[in-house]
């Protein structure tokens, strides 16, 4: 079986070679990996492209959004097994083989920062941020997940047969999805891993109360949506 890594990117140059070398070490499937680069000014996806790695395909595109590129890399994804991650090397490719191994009896596994012997290295403000959120989710939604807003999963193919892929939004958009394959009946398990703060390169998400607010709101109103969708 094939394993696809989607990897969204904007302005990742300092950390993509390592990412794919990580991914590469750890995963003993056959791979594909799909960087997804939203036309980095530094030149991401020039330096994956001249890695010439028949293993790793860049898409190049003009738009920009989280959401709308792992949507992007899933469609053209070969794989039997697909995932996808951040490309800032907070959430570590050593984690993926206990991952893929919770396949053999889960349909979906999800890299978990709040489960015993997990952490999350991050600011005050966006650990606090994920925390509340992922609180107030568990509290509406019901369903016995601890990270909600991971964005660090793998996951059977034929899922996307019942639960389509919520291509908008930032990491709310995992809140749907997740919500979504637990309705549908889908058995998910979580792993724990330990996020690391990024060592190279800018965040994407400034750890101030301006954000806190503005993606705290997002994500507040996705879930007030799904919880009370007569879908």
Known sequence: MMVTIVLP??????????????LKTH?????EVLVVDDDSPD???????????????????SERGLATAIDRGLKEAKG???GWMDADMGMPPSALPDMLEGLNEYDI??????????????GFFRVLTSRVINTFAGLLLGFDIRDYD???IVLKRNVFDKVPFP?????DY??????????????????????????????????????????????????????????
Not at 27 to 31: H, R, V
Not at 185 to 214: C, H, M, N, Q, W
Request: proline share 3%; net charge positive.
């Open 174 to 231: 995992f809140i749907e999805f997740i919500y979504k394959c637990k309705r549908a009946g889908f058995r998910i398990k979580e792993v724990p891993y330990v996020f690391r703060e990024r060592k190279k390169g800018k965040s994407k998400t400034a750890p101030g109360l301006v954000d806190f607010f503005r993606l705290g709101s997002g994500y507040v109103a996705r879930i007030m949506r799904l919880r009370f969708s007569k879908q």
């Open 27 to 31: 995963i003993m499937m056959p791979l």
């Open 109 to 122: 596994v999800i890299g978990s920062r709040y489960l015993s012997g997990a952490g999350d290295d991050r």
């Open 43 to 61: 030149g991401t996806w020039k330096i994956v492209e001249d890695c010439n790695d028949p293993a790793v395909k860049v898409i190049r595109r």
């Open 80 to 82: 039997d097994i697909v």
């Open 150 to 152: 991971s964005g660090f």
């Open 9 to 22: 990117t904007y302005n990742e140059k300092d950390n993509i070679v390592d990412l794919i070398a990580g």
């Open 167 to 171: 291509s908008s939004g930032y990491g």
